[in-house]
């Protein structure tokens, strides 16, 4: 089964709008990460947040943890055209090596 | 930079041929991975390997199969392809070493793989 679930499944917003991701996992994780992958493309990493961190930035984008409730939220703000593409959510278990990935939030930003 | 290359990006096979995907990353990482990614199922991890000469199973195993003989290189091999393995197969990898990259994983661009 999936680790973790990303939601929505897809999202169509327009340019200059913010774009709000949302993670779901099931067991205790060492952290949780963050990837984009454009069509047709490989996956690239965004950004990584610890399982003792709450909030992380990078740039425009801004993820939150909340362990408590085993889910996490990827923040896109000030959208642009460029975004658009699938963002995935993946957690590595604790004491493991091994990441899980969910089925993916796609992201679609109307100029 | 970092690179994570695969040797072909398209492919068309016919059922039955062997199939060699092959993998090679630039990092001197020890973790290499195989995932298939299918629409709607994400990415599904189909080997894994800690070091030179180790393999392990993912959550697809059958019907594949992998090499790893040389640090740097990883590769997927299907013993006889059938049309259910028509897929885009990324390659990856990562360091053990977790302290300054967590788990970061670095993917290949992807092969994609039609089984005629």
Redesign the interface.
Known sequence: SQQGEEDPQALSIQEGENATMNCSYKTSINNLQWYRQNSGRGLVHLILIRSNEREKHSGRLRVTLDTSKKSSSLLITASRAADTASYFCATANTGGFKTIFGAGTRLFVKA | DVK?TQSSRYLVKRTGEKVFLECVQDMDHE?MFW?RQDP????R?IY?S?DVKMKEKGDIPEGYSVSREKKERFSLILESASTNQTS?Y?C?S?S?Y?RES?????????S?LTVV
């Not at chain 2, 709607?40 to 990415?43: A, K």
């Not at chain 2, 967590?102 to 992807?110: A, D, H, K, P, Q």
């Open positions: 994570v973790n995932y709607g199922l994400g990415l991890l894994f800690y885009m990324l990856a990562s053990r977790r967590g788990n970061t994983i670095y993917f290949g661009e992807g994609w």
